[in-house]
């Protein structure tokens, strides 16, 4: 489909999981082909169902992802950066500026 100058290439990587088949797999395959070849088609990875499967399609090279919104916000959270800008913000209300020069 590369070869046909298709803008993206779209694998429901979620369903191909539910079909025994590695979703994952195939994204890193498309990734290396795309490379290689030189093409300008961009990789969407569909159909992604948690913040596992998100990550992973990251770093298999997707460069889009569709996923619901519940697995976004779960992504850019974390108890740790969670606890951090808690810290922050009680370190910068210790300082008692309240507003910039």
């Known amino acids: ?8 290439i779209s694998p429901f990587i979620g369903r191909l999981d ?5 979703g994952i797999e195939l994204i890193r395959t ?7 070849y030189g093409f300008e088609t961009e990789l969407l990875a569909a159909s992604i169902r948690d913040t596992d499967h998100f990550e992973q ?9 569709t996923l619901p919104p519940t697995v976004l916000e779960q992504s850019i959270t974390h ?3 969670d606890k951090g800008m808690a810290q922050f913000l009680a370190d ?3 300082l008692n500026i309240t507003q910039f020069p």
């Open 1 to 8: 489909m590369a070869k046909l100058g298709v803008d993206y």
């Open 57 to 65: 399609a990251l770093m298999a090279g997707a460069d889009i992802a």
């Open 30 to 36: 498309l990734r290396h082909m795309l490379d290689w």
């Open 18 to 22: 539910d079909i025994g088949a590695d």
């Open 92 to 94: 910068w209300k210790k």
């Open 79 to 81: 108890q740790l950066t």
